[in-house]
């Protein structure tokens, strides 16, 4: 068995969520081999009744979950039936943090480097008692790593929960907003009990401001799922996130199997984390990179992204289309186009 670098077990609790891809679960159960969390709390969602598949792969992910063969605090919530993405979620992490102060979460498509735990253990303990921030993620969006400027991290509004961290009172402030309860008759919609108004300056772009104003008026929770509701309550509060200079956190999930991610992609490769951390000299919003992720997001779920997934149905045509638009030249004009325009957005 293979330790933590620093030769320590992980004191910080890891919560794993999983569902149906055994080989998934089996290549992120090897990491936190490595790192050896004392307390891991598994969550797994229950098979669905019209997929014939779904009760042995199911099983198959359990037998490999009670195979924790280091010494750890092994807590298990496991649906007898499917419960579905939003409320496995959301339900796992109310669970989670009903009996831990902070955890690191990771999906079972989200195969992370080992220093991504370390990482994570570091800043939840010095941003424990900053109620400024509520998030620290682990996968970068490929934000270019010259806007860090040597930090190994900068401040954004949203950022990505393909590995992620935070603290028990930033979920349950979010649930209080966000008590959607997936057991009532319209338990699927979101509901929220306080208007999901971003903060002055919480959002760079005109795009981004459009795309979270949807999110919160909307009932669709394939396209606006948990995690959009999370980050409308960290905008809402005034709140930032923690993205990192280097990708810690691979989304191995992107396929036929998967719930959302479906369509190709590939995958940006883990990388590791230099130390001692490099802090930021301020706790404050770093406009340019949330702004790189404010255009990635209008990228991949925006309007007009949205618009071509439903004209575009030819394969080929779509990944020729996403070429062009995740190529250089395109992204550097957005940027580009995105600081020009910056003045006229916040009009808006």
Known sequence: MTARPDGRSLATPVVLVAFNRPDLTARGLEVLRRVRPRTLLVVCDGPRADRPSDPARVAAVRRLLQDVDWPADVRRRYAEENVGCEANI?????????????????????????????????????????????????????????????????????????GWATWADRWQRHRAVFPRDHHAPDGDRPVRVAPARPRPGALVTAAARRHFADAAASSDTVTHGWDKHWWLTIMSEGGLSVTPAVNLVENAG???????????????????????LRHPARVALDREVERDLELLLDRVGGRAARTARRLVRSPRLRAAVRGAVYSRPAVAAARRWSRLTEGADARE
């Open 90 to 162: 959301e339900g796992g992490m109310d669970w989670a943090f009903g009996s831990v102060d902070r955890a690191i979460v990771l999906e079972d498509d989200c195969i992370a480097d080992p220093t991504f735990f370390r990482y994570c253990e570091e800043l939840l303990g010095r941003y424990a008692d900053d109620g400024r921030v509520w998030q620290i993620a682990g996968n970068s969006h490929d934000v270019p790593p010259r806007l860090f400027h040597g930090d190994s991290y900068r401040f954004s509004t949203w950022a990505s929960v393909w």
């Open 254 to 276: 992107f396929g036929a199997a998967a719930t959302h991610l479906v369509v190709p992609h590939r995958a940006t490769a883990a990388g590791a984390m230099a130390f001692p």
